[in-house]
T-cell receptor, first 117, second 111 residues
Framework: GAVVSQHPSRVICKSGTSVKIECRSL??????MFWYRQFPKQSLMLMAT?????????EQGVEKDKFLINHASLTLSTLTVTSAHPEDSSFYIC?????????????FGPGTRLTVL | AQSVTQLDSHVSVSEGTPVLLRCNYS??????LFWYVQHPNKGLQLLLK??????LVKGINGFEAEFKKSETSFHLTKPSAHMSDAAEYFC?????????FGGGTRLMVKP
């Protein structure tokens, strides 16, 4: 099956710093990627939809200036958590549907564990 | 709009006994439905998917699920639980690339 990678898998940072998380589709193109946040013992919550060549679409309650998304190419989307605070500590997961498919499978990255001290 | 409801937040079974994880969906049309498994600090792994072909879907690791339109259900089953099945399971609906997640069910397997 298709592979989606995320980097880094874990990151620890100080409060006030910025952290960039990469999501790559390794063997397929994805014009759209999705970013999720998962708090402990909870389900995934969609944060935003990343669109190649255009602005991301953010879900209600997600600050676009805090969570910067850049979909630079058909295989790469980045999520930057700016001025991170301890409450931003979470598990961040991306997913990508292969371009052209509608209701079919999406492929998930392995996740990035962010800890803000 | 669609919604996906997992009826049990926790399920505990003994090793070797059957597993039943329940999922109901509501949608104005039949979505694609998936079951994913997530082990601690890991991403989501696809177990199986329903995309309007056969209503009984067989997946990996001995899991299967049956799509029942009359009951709007897509319950996940396995005849015999293994210790390695202990994980979080998510029922997910997909309509137009927008995923709707169930709340998750934590499966615990007792020796």
């Amino acid at each position: 099956g298709a592979v989606v990678s995320q980097h880094p898998s874990r990151v620890i940072c100080k409060s006030g710093t910025s952290v960039k998380i990469e999501c790559r589709s390794l063997d397929f193109q994805a014009t759209t990627m999705f970013w999720y946040r998962q708090f402990p013992k909870q389900s995934l919550m969609l944060m935003a939809t990343s669109n190649e060549g255009s602005k991301a679409t953010y879900e209600q309650g997600v600050e676009k200036d805090k969570f910067l998304i850049n979909h630079a190419s058909l295989t790469l989307s980045t999520l930057t958590v700016t001025s991170a605070h301890p409450e931003d500590s979470s598990f961040y997961i991306c997913s990508a549907p292969p371009s052209g498919l509608g209701n079919n499978e999406q492929f998930f990255g392995p996740g990035t564990r962010l800890t803000v001290l | 709009a669609q919604s996906v409801t997992q009826l049990d937040s926790h399920v505990s079974v003994s090793e070797g006994t059957p597993v039943l994880l329940r999922c109901n969906y509501s949608s104005s049309y039949s979505p694609s439905l998936f079951w994913y498994v997530q082990h601690p600090n890991k991403g989501l792994q696809l177990l199986l998917k329903y995309t309007s072909a056969a209503t009984l879907v067989k997946g990996i690791n001995g899991f299967e699920a049956e799509f029942k339109k009359s009951e709007t259900s897509f319950h996940l089953t396995k005849p015999s639980a293994h210790m390695s099945d202990a994980a979080e399971y998510f029922c997910v609906g997909n309509a137009g690339n927008m995923l709707t997640f169930g709340g998750g069910t934590r499966l615990m397997v007792k020796p």
